[in-house]
């Protein structure tokens, strides 16, 4: 099926603009290569991660189109900072979309490579959210995860829901749709409403 | 054998009770996807490593039984952070013992996929502390292997030691029980009586 | 080809000491185990990273020689420390045709694994850079890849040459040749007049 390969493609190219911005954005030394290795690495760490444990190659490596998408990215975050700043609502939802449908994606690659349903919904928030923890960690801070309103909970909540549709024997196309619809929903909530998750061990 | 199996994941729930309280105690915002994330990380994270490198896959992505002894381990350390700290020296046992037996189970995997008796000595050390790495890089701080009294030197001495009897044919079983028994000696020995390696490079 | 062979091991030395010097200048507490492990690591971490990806066997797995040449290198930098800084520009030949070698060794090993054109100009800078990156990540500083003048660039352009004179059928041994020789000249040009690459997002 050639959609998903193109949204696939599409959400390359998100995450390697969101990358870029984080890098260029640190009040620090950033030359053209901290900031398109950064892209890189947040476009396609995820998805490598998951690969390694599944133990299979991940897609950029054979398929030059991946790399040419996280080229144009680091360009687009480069030439349209300003901009991409200005309109930074339409960037969330592209970063939203981004992550739903890398969980969604992540969680059923998995699952035809024979993980455990409870295995396959961490791998495919780790799709989505792993490459901007190392993104975090190259760069020196606290990962986003920790400090973000409900983000990687929201694509554990898409990925639970997709393990049990799939259990119920849904439509995987139809099945897709609702669970990136859900991720969407309550991150877009968790926003709106500045909800967090219970914190612990505060003093 | 059915013994190593819930002694592995014994491990797994007592590394993630304790990823779980680093991250706790860290005196900055940690909500319960925060806490419950480290404690993944630190139980898994050196195995993986480990599997990854060996070219086979973790335990964890095929086996629900890890991913449930994490969340029992995340639980343990939420519900009762201040009966664990207050019997430290319980908890001290247990992380011991559970660096011990990563270390000996980590050694004897590589020696079974072929790696280099020297290489399996790292390997096996890896397995025990790599999954504290990751944690302590993910929340930002200085590995504690890097600071603890010795620490991973224990694991390579108890693994040096597996791959020496190995070698002289010593039964498997008995090659465990001393290995893991010189781990405990030698780090119990360092905190009792505050060993440190020698220091490099003060000024 | 036994050359090659030795040459690798030479890099893998090289890098240890690079590695054991960075953990031993740190103004803290770093005992020899520290040292040894950031040494270890900065010389098989790019390496490992790539074989990783490409779903092989890192060679110090299996080979013990790598071992042999990591523990030599970070006896020399424990040993020789001030004469290493004294002789500070011998050191600088050493690590710029450390990442000359492993850059080319890479992009070759992975066009060799099948890997498209672009991927494999990646993962040659990878291998020469990433054990940098990871040990820089441990010991909780900025990788230096984003900080110093025209490094990683260097490597990329050189894989980018092997790459492009591989598509044009030059033997490879003469191929290596010149983009050994290539990165080598970049790097030395870069330093000697303070190039840097264009800065991003300064304010």
């Known amino acids: 099926m050639q959609l998903p390969y ?7 190219l998100v995450f390697a603009t969101s990358g870029a911005l984080a890098a260029s954005d640190k009040n620090m030394y950033r ?3 901290g900031v398109t290795f950064t892209g890189f690495v947040t476009a396609v760490g995820g998805g490598t991660l998951r690969d390694m444990i599944l133990g299979t190659r991940p897609a ?3 398929d030059g189109n991946y790399l040419i998408a996280i080229t144009i990215g680091v360009l687009f975050a480069i030439f349209f900072k300003y901009y991409i700043l200005k309109y930074r609502r339409t960037f969330f939802l592209f970063d939203t979309l981004g992550i739903a449908l890398y969980t969604v994606v992540g969680v059923q690659k998995s699952l035809e490579y024979g993980v455990s349903p409870l295995a396959a919904i961490i791998m495919g928030m780790f799709s989505a ?75």
Chains 1, 2, 3 share one sequence.
């Open 6 to 12: 193109y949204i696939d493609l599409l959400g390359t």
């Open 31 to 33: 030359d053209i290569f």
């Open 60 to 62: 950029w490596v054979a």
């Open 129 to 203: 959210v792993m490459g901007g923890v190392i993104r975090d960690t190259l760069i020196n801070e606290i990962p986003l995860i920790f400090k973000k309103e409900i983000y990687a909970t929201a694509c554990l909540s898409g990925a639970a829901v997709f393990v049990l549709l799939k259990l119920l024997e849904i439509d995987d196309n139809i099945n897709s749709f609702i669970s990136v619809f859900i991720i969407i929903l309550i991150r877009t909530i968790a926003v709106k409403y500045k909800l967090t998750l219970p914190k612990i061990g505060s003093r």
